[in-house]
């Protein structure tokens, strides 16, 4: 886990915070100590509370289908330059359910 996310850092952004569940490979030391060390800040999902989970989900299934499974990649700075770009759009382009189908930027 540290070291995707070590080759993930120094080629896209570095992230303010991580929200991950509280599967093992997440509450390790190693990983606390990887975020501590880079000014990140590790949040858990409270045990027995998926709710904030579903946002994460459908999030990430929106990634996979629009990003990870539309492109064949032919190098990691190809897939952090579409990864930011996704994001970007996903955060301030795209229309969201719970803002009554307008952008964040509106």
């Known amino acids: 886990m540290v070291q995707a996310l070590t080759r993930l850092v120094e080629c896209c952004s570095r992230p303010a915070q991580l929200r991950t569940e509280n599967d093992p490979e997440f509450i ?4 606390s100590e990887w975020c501590e060390q880079r000014d990140i800040t590790l949040h858990w999902i409270q045990l027995g509370k998926p709710t904030p ?5 459908r999030s990430n299934g929106a990634f996979r289908r629009e990003l990870l499974y539309a492109y064949l990649f032919r190098s990691l700075a190809q897939v952090c330059q579409l990864v930011d770009k996704w994001r970007h759009d996903y955060n301030t382009q795209r229309p969201h359910q719970t803002l009554n189908f307008r952008p964040h930027s509106i």
Do not use: D
Not at 28 to 31: E, G, H, N, Q
Not at 53 to 57: D, G, L, M, Q, V
């Open 53 to 57: 989970n579903a946002y994460i989900e």
């Open 28 to 31: 390790s030391t190693k990983l």
